[in-house]
C-alpha cells in the first residue's frame, strides 16, 4: 500500500510541524488496541480500515458503500438506503475515538478525529493547555491588621485548632461516605450476583470472561413488514437483504411499496425489548466484554463465536431460525384466528399442544419461551427470549435476573449446576403492565454440555 506524506493531513494555516505517516499510523494502532475497542472486534476493524485508507497517497475520499462491502461484508450491490449499519457504527465509532482521547488517551500530543459527514481521518496536534495565571496577592491595606507579641501569636493558633479539627473531621466524614458509595457500585457492577448463589450459578456458567457476549435487540421493522406483506421473513432472505429486491418485483401497489421501504428505513425496537436488555445487562460484570446489538447488524460469525442472547420471537429475530429444529416451545402468529401462540410439539401428560393468547391489549396474561443451549460451534452458549408480545418477553428477562425465581427452578430441576433447558413461562398481566412469571413447563437437556 502506498502511503502519502504528512502534508496530506496539514489543516488550512498550520504553521507547526507536520506528524509523519509513521507517527498517525502508530496512534490509529494505540487507539484500536485500547480499553474503547477492547469489546468490539467490528468498531476496531472499522476504524483501521478507514485510518488505512485515509493514510493513502492522496488521501481519497472513502464511501459508504466501500466500508459495507470491505468492514461489514455486505454484497456489492446491498442498498444503503435500507441498511444503515455504517452511519449507525460510525456514531459508536466517533464517541469510542473522542472517549480515547479524553481518558487514556489524555496525554497525546497527537489526535485526530472523523468529522461528520465523511470517513477519512483529519489529524491535529493537540493544543497546549495555557497556565492559570497566578492569583495577585492582596493589598496590604485589605490584610488584617497584624497582632503582635506572644500573645497575639497564641490566640491565632487557638482561633486557628478551633476552627480547623471540626472542618477536618467533615472533610474525613464526607470522604468516607464518598469511597463507600464508590465502593458499593463498583463492587455490585464487578460481582452483580454477590449473595445471591442461584443467579451466579445460571450466568456464571453462561458467561465466559474471555468470550465476548452479544444481546441481539430484535428487528420489529421486519416484523411489520411481514405484517403488511403477510410473506414469512426467511433467514437466508434476511441475511442477503433479497427481501427487498422481491417486495419491489412483487405485484404490491406502489403506495404499499413506499410503506414497506419507510418501515424499513428506521430500527424499531419496542419498549418490552429495552426492559428485555436493561434486565439482562445487569446481571453481566462490567469487566466481561458484551456488545448490544440490532438484528439485523448480527453476523454469522458471532454466533458462532459468541455467547448469544436473542431477544425476541422468529418474526423480528430470523437468526432464531438456527435453532428451531432444536426447540420444543415454539411462539409462533395463528393468522387464521388472529392469535399469538405458542406451540408445545411433544406435549406432556397435563400440557396443552398450544398455548394461544388474545392480541388485544385487555388480556390478562401471556407466555414467553426461554431456552438455554449451546451456541451452533459448541464454544459459547445461547439464550433465546421469545413472548406472544413483547412485554411477555422483557417478563422473561426479569425471571433469568430473579434471584428467588431462579432459585426455585434449581430445586425444580433437582440439581446445583443449570443444565440446557427450555421452559415455557405464563406470564400474569395486572393495569397494562405484566407483574409476574410461572413456570408451567420445561425440558432439560443434561447431555448436552
Avoid at 497582632?147 to 476552627?163: F, I, M, N, V, Y
Avoid at 471540626?166 to 463498583?186: C, E, G, H, K
Wanted: some cysteine.
Amino acid at each position: 500500500m502506498r502511503m502519502g506524506t504528512a502534508a496530506a493531513s496539514r489543516p488550512p494555516g498550520e504553521a507547526e510541524e507536520l506528524p509523519t505517516l509513521t507517527e498517525r499510523w502508530a496512534l490509529i494502532e494505540r487507539v484500536a488496541s485500547s480499553e474503547q475497542f477492547s469489546r468490539s472486534a467490528r468498531l476496531r476493524d472499522f476504524l483501521l480500515y478507514v485510518g488505512k485508507q485515509s493514510l493513502r497517497e492522496g488521501c481519497p475520499e472513502i464511501h459508504e458503500q466501500e466500508i459495507g462491502i470491505k468492514v461489514f461484508g455486505r454484497q456489492d450491490s446491498y442498498d444503503r438506503s435500507a441498511d444503515n449499519i455504517v452511519r449507525v457504527n460510525a456514531t459508536e465509532l466517533r464517541k469510542r475515538i473522542e472517549s480515547y482521547f479524553d481518558t487514556s488517551g489524555i496525554e497525546e500530543p497527537l489526535i485526530f478525529e472523523i468529522p461528520r459527514g465523511g470517513y477519512r481521518l483529519v489529524f491535529r496536534r493537540r493544543s497546549a493547555k495555557q497556565p492559570e495565571p497566578a492569583t495577585a496577592p492582596l493589598p496590604a491595606a485589605a490584610a488584617e491588621p497584624a497582632q503582635t507579641g506572644e500573645a497575639g501569636r497564641a490566640s491565632k493558633s487557638r482561633q486557628l485548632l478551633r476552627w480547623a479539627w471540626p472542618l477536618v473531621s467533615l472533610s474525613l466524614a464526607a470522604v468516607s461516605v464518598l469511597l463507600y458509595i464508590q465502593n458499593r457500585t463498583m463492587s455490585k457492577a464487578l460481582y452483580p450476583w454477590d449473595g445471591q448463589p442461584a443467579l451466579a450459578a445460571f450466568w456464571g456458567s453462561f458467561l465466559d470472561s474471555h468470550r465476548q457476549t452479544d444481546l441481539v435487540l430484535p428487528d420489529d421493522s421486519a416484523s411489520v413488514m411481514e405484517d403488511i406483506t403477510h410473506n414469512p421473513l426467511t433467514l437466508s432472505d434476511y441475511i442477503g437483504r433479497t427481501f427487498i429486491e422481491q417486495i419491489q418485483a412483487s405485484n404490491m401497489s406502489a403506495d404499499r411499496k413506499e410503506d414497506v421501504n419507510q418501515v424499513l428505513n428506521h430500527n424499531l425496537v419496542t419498549f418490552g425489548a429495552v426492559r428485555a436488555a436493561q434486565a439482562l445487562l445487569g446481571e453481566i460484570p462490567a469487566n466481561y466484554p458484551h456488545y448490544l446489538t440490532l438484528a439485523r447488524y448480527f453476523t454469522a460469525d458471532q454466533i458462532k463465536r459468541d455467547s448469544v442472547v436473542l431477544i425476541g420471537g422468529k418474526k423480528a429475530v430470523p437468526w432464531d431460525y438456527l435453532f428451531n429444529d432444536q426447540l420444543n416451545f415454539v411462539t409462533d402468529y395463528d393468522y387464521t384466528r388472529g392469535m399469538q401462540i405458542v406451540r408445545n410439539r411433544n406435549p406432556r401428560p397435563g400440557e396443552q399442544a398450544v398455548y394461544s393468547v388474545s392480541v388485544a391489549s385487555t388480556s390478562l396474561h401471556g407466555y414467553a419461551a426461554v431456552a438455554y443451549l449451546p451456541n451452533p460451534s459448541h464454544t459459547g452458549n445461547i439464550i433465546l427470549l421469545a413472548g406472544t408480545d413483547s412485554d411477555a418477553t422483557g417478563a422473561a428477562a426479569s425471571f433469568l435476573a430473579s434471584e428467588s425465581q431462579m432459585e426455585s427452578l434449581r430445586n425444580t430441576f433437582h440439581a446445583q449446576r443449570f443444565p440446557y433447558f427450555e421452559l415455557l413461562l405464563k406470564i400474569s398481566r395486572l393495569s397494562g403492565t405484566f407483574f409476574d412469571a410461572e413456570p408451567i413447563a420445561f425440558r432439560t437437556y443434561p447431555n448436552l454440555h
